[in-house]
């Protein structure tokens, strides 16, 4: 779906929520190889049963890249991704939990170089099927003015 919005429209505080996502032993295995990232905490499920989290953790890019992906409902010809802040791994997400995505506009601010555009950034929170937070980060926006500033 395509949704036109300049800069002027965002509001603060808008917010939005996907839909779920269950990860599943596949999406853990095509991540792996696509990464190399072969460790065991994702990987050896025997190995897992003797940590104190007793089974696979999928890895933190994994729940990034799903959950981001999550929110790629629209499509808005005046703004693009500029990149993502403060991203942390809250918690561990297993085989098996289902994921979703709220994103909430938080700060609208002028580019400091170009009239014509300006930063909106877009608090990232995933949470797992209990509600628990799992990831957070903010996601920066490059987003086209309907008049230049100043």
């Not at 999406?27 to 460790?39: E, K, M, Q, R, W």
Request: proline share 3%; hydrophobic share 35%.
């Amino acid at each position: 779906m395509i949704v036109e919005q300049y800069f002027e429209d965002y509001e603060i505080g808008f917010s939005r929520q996907t839909f779920g996502r269950t990860i599943s032993e596949a999406d853990i295995l095509v991540h792996a190889g696509h990464t190399g990232d072969f460790f065991p905490h994702h990987m050896d499920k025997e190995w897992c049963a003797t940590q104190d989290f007793k089974q696979r953790i999928a890895h933190g890019t994994l729940v990034f890249s799903v959950g981001i992906g999550l929110t790629a409902s629209t499509i808005n010809p005046f703004a693009m991704s500029y990149g993502y802040d403060r991203l942390r791994f809250i918690r561990p997400v297993h085989i098996g939990d289902t994921i979703k995505t709220r994103a909430t506009i938080t700060e609208k601010r002028d580019h400091p170089k170009r009239a014509t555009h300006g930063f909106v950034t877009e608090a990232i929170e995933i949470t797992n099927q209990r509600g628990d937070v799992v990831l957070v980060c903010d996601h920066l926006y490059l987003v086209e003015r309907k008049r230049p500033a100043g």
